[in-house]
């Protein structure tokens, strides 16, 4: 018989690995704005790239603690 939750391997991927993709989308937005400096001479776009990654941050550990909570109470075991 087939595993119930062979269908929720995003689910279970970012129950084990979210915290570690929330970083570093949040340290790629980080290193655009040097990049975006250097492209536009706007020295504004490093702090506006730090404070979206702090959002960023923010939103995606939030997201991956929401779907850790579908996961221990919805999904069968």
Sequence with gaps: ???PNQSYKTLH???????HVANGVSLAAVLLG??????SGSPWSV???VVAAAFLLLILRSYVE???VIVDMLLPK
């Design 34 to 39: 040097p990049l975006l400096w250097v492209l």
């Design 13 to 19: 991927f970012l129950v084990k690995h979210g915290n």
């Design 1 to 3: 018989m087939e595993d």
């Design 47 to 49: 702090p506006a790239c």
């Design 66 to 68: 929401l779907v850790r």
